[in-house]
């Protein structure tokens, strides 16, 4: 039974937090936020806000493995090299309820919650975020830092750069890629390539933008 530490402690972090307690493999489960209204909370009852971002340092011999929840997808990333560099182990964490083909490869700091799918020869980068119901399909490839948000699905082979975000049920058919740093509205269907740094929308998915580069 280990100790996690999971930083950031908004909605995102209190599914996650769930996520790991309905593993039944960590004993103590708390929180870094720099948000000073949540600090000496407890969410869910049972994990307290113990400091902010920067106290990790401080936590690592508390701590066996540390986990980033947060939207930003490029700062999640940042922040799973940091915590590795500084001794973390940095855990996928898997719901019960989500089917995971034993041939799909999840990198490190991914998170796949309740009613998510990831099917044969699937690859996930680090630090993915695949949200409740979202599907990947077999030999999708998807880079660091992606997030597919609720009900989002890929269909096979689709390739999907770093940090790009699939928004809540946006489709994307198979064979297809999406670029590094692109974003795919909420209710898209994607059925050509998307270039990098792109916002897309509608069905089908049309070029509305481009994309803010800090997302
Ligand atoms: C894509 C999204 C994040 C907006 O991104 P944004 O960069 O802030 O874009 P804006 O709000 O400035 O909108 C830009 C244009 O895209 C349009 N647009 C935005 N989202 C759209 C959507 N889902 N479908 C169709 N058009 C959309 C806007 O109407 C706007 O068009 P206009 O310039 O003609 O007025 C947002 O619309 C979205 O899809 N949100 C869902 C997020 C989600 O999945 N959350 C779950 C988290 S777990």
Do not use: Q
Not at 170 to 195: E, L, Y
Request: proline share 2%.
């Amino acid at each position: 039974m280990g100790k996690l530490l999971i930083l950031g402690a908004g909605g995102h972090g209190k599914v996650v937090a769930e996520c790991a307690l309905s593993l039944g493999i960590y004993t103590t489960i708390a929180f870094l936020d720099d948000d000073e209204k949540v600090i000496e909370e407890s969410i869910l009852g049972s994990c307290p806000v113990i400091g902010t971002f920067s106290d990790a340092g401080s936590f690592v011999h508390k701590f066996s493995e540390a986990f980033v929840a947060l939207g930003n997808n490029r700062s999640r990333v940042r922040l799973i090299t940091y915590l590795r560099e500084i001794g973390y182990k940095i855990p996928c964490l898997i719901h019960p309820a989500a089917y995971v083909s034993k041939s799909a490869h999840i990198e490190i700091g991914t998170v796949i919650m309740a009613g998510a799918v990831v099917n044969a020869d699937a690859h996930i980068g680090v630090g993915g975020i695949i949200n409740t119901g979202a599907s990947v399909d077999h030999d999708c490839v998807l880079g660091v830092g992606v997030h597919l948000s609720p009900g989002a699905r890929l269909g096979g082979t689709v390739t999907v750069g770093d940090y790009t975000w699939i928004c809540m049920g946006a489709n994307v058919v198979n064979n297809v890629h999406v670029g590094k740093g692109s974003v795919a509205a909420a209710g898209a269907t994607v059925i050509r390539d998307v270039g990098d740094n792109l916002l897309v929308a509608k069905v089908p998915a049309r070029e509305l933008k481009k994309t803010d580069l800090k997302r």
